[in-house]
């Protein structure tokens, strides 16, 4: 080994089925994405974000079928005597009614669930507490929150003291009127209530066009219910039937009456609910969670400046833009790098590196590299001890008694790594004393 220089192993090269693992996991850097691609809400994003829905927009198919199903039997059925028997214009006009309404609530139930209702964005990191000292640090460490955070703060909202409450989930106080949707997963600003029939968050930006969709939905449903009993009399006349016998000359008339008999109500009841709510400045969350009759309501301007408010102000942009380009700066790209950049570091990182980036990137899927791929791995692991090997090491001398021959040792992380792949240790590389007393 006298006169001999150290050769450097060039550095191990990573094979395809690892560069693929890797490049699934968005490794080799930062990798320019849209924010709805990294949305930690549960909501569904179309058309490259520019769509945004809740997880149940699957509820969408079902209520267009309630809407569009009834009125489409109608003007098939019941729309050719209607327009015999008045004149023909306004025979006409009263079956074009329904449908331009039917587009028009068609029209609402995209503006009510296909938009942000008022997300607030999360902040990444919880806010600096104000206040180091109080009880409020024993409540964040037993929550897990950050240290100095209390639960709830105290703000005036046109005199009156309200109390906002710090979310976990977006790491904020949520500002008066906003509460947390569990299904959608983001603080909503004036929350409402999830409605599962729109599949989204009713909030500060869609309330006015689920009003307006619920309303105009009881209006088609009376207007299909009058006209169905119009043609209902129209038989009774022309064949001098009874009720029942003119329901069985015209059985889609019977089942129009009946289901728009039933869906009246329920919509309807929705509308006078909301209508009351609007007069009355409240939510349908804090309805049911604060009872304002029993004490004031901070919110509530008056009736007329209510309904100013609902229907007549300046509906606020999102404050989040799903399509903004951010850069995602991926951990995984270390494994990458570690494994190929290992002589850059001393022993203990080359060697500790490659490891922690298996734990935590690979995770699961080591189970599916395949057998092929441990002596590309095991060729790796040799590379870096090579390259650990040729670092400089001090000269170390046998003082105790004649050299031992081919007695040699392994380093913790080699013991870390045998573990790691299931490897015997004669597969390892090895560092053999010699009787010089340098490590080759």
Not at 8 to 35: A, E
Not at 168 to 186: A, D, E, F, K, V
Not at 396 to 422: C, I, Q, V, Y
Request: aromatic fraction near 12%; proline fraction near 6%; glycine fraction near 10%.
């Amino acid at each position: 080994m006298h006169g001999k220089m150290y050769s450097t192993r060039p550095p191990p090269q990573l094979s395809d089925s690892n560069r693929r693992i890797i490049d699934s996991n968005g490794g080799g850097g930062g990798t320019p994405k849209r924010v709805y691609q990294l949305w930690k809400g549960s909501n569904r994003f179309f058309l490259g974000g520019r769509i945004i829905f809740g997880p149940d927009a699957r509820s969408l198919v079902f209520t267009v079928s309630l809407i569009a199903i009834p009125v489409i039997l109608f003007c098939s059925f019941d729309s050719q005597r209607l327009i015999n028997e008045f004149h023909h214009s306004l025979g006409n006009l009263i079956i074009a009614i329904p449908v331009i309404l039917t587009i028009h609530i068609m029209v609402l139930l995209y503006l009510t669930s296909g938009r942000d209702p008022g997300i607030i964005p999360r902040n990444p990191h919880p806010p600096e507490p104000e206040d180091e000292g109080g009880p409020s640090n024993d409540w964040s460490r037993n929550q897990g929150g950050a240290s100095g955070l209390p639960p709830t703060k105290d703000v005036l909202v046109n005199g009156i003291g309200v109390k906002v409450k710090y979310c976990h989930t977006c790491m904020l106080y949520r500002p008066p009127r906003c509460s947390h949707c569990s299904i959608c997963n983001n603080c909503v600003e004036r929350f409402d209530h999830h409605c599962p029939w729109v599949g989204q968050c009713i909030g500060k930006r869609n309330y006015r066009f689920f009003f307006m969709f619920v309303s105009s939905t009881t209006i088609l449903c009376l207007y299909v219910f009058a006209f169905c009993w119009v043609n209902i009399r129209y038989i009774m006349e022309g064949y001098h039937y009874t009720v029942w016998k003119a329901l069985l000359k015209s059985p889609v008339s019977g089942v129009l009456i009946l289901y728009t008999f039933i869906t009246s109500w329920f919509v309807g009841g929705l509308t006078v609910f909301h209508l009351y709510l609007i007069c009355t400045n409240q939510t349908t969350y804090e309805n049911f969670r604060y009872r304002y009759d029993r004490k004031s309501n901070p919110y509530n301007l008056g009736v007329v400046r209510n309904i100013g408010e609902v229907f007549f102000s300046m509906i606020p942009s999102s404050k989040n833009k799903f399509r903004a380009k951010v850069t995602e700066g991926s951990s995984s790209s270390n494994f990458g790098t570690s494994l190929s950049m290992g002589h850059h570091h001393g022993s203990t990182t080359g060697l500790e590196m490659p490891k922690r980036s298996f734990d935590v990137e690979m995770g699961g899927k080591r189970q599916g590299v395949v057998d092929e791929e441990f002596d590309d791995i095991h060729g790796q692991i040799e590379g870096v001890g090579s390259l650990e090997r040729c670092e400089p090491q001090p000269r170390r001398t046998n003082w105790g008694g004649p050299s031992k021959g081919n007695n040699w040792e392994m380093s913790p992380d080699m013991h870390a790594l045998a573990a790691e792949f299931g490897m015997n240790q004669e597969d390892l590389p090895k560092r053999q004393k010699i009787n010089g007393g340098l490590e080759v």
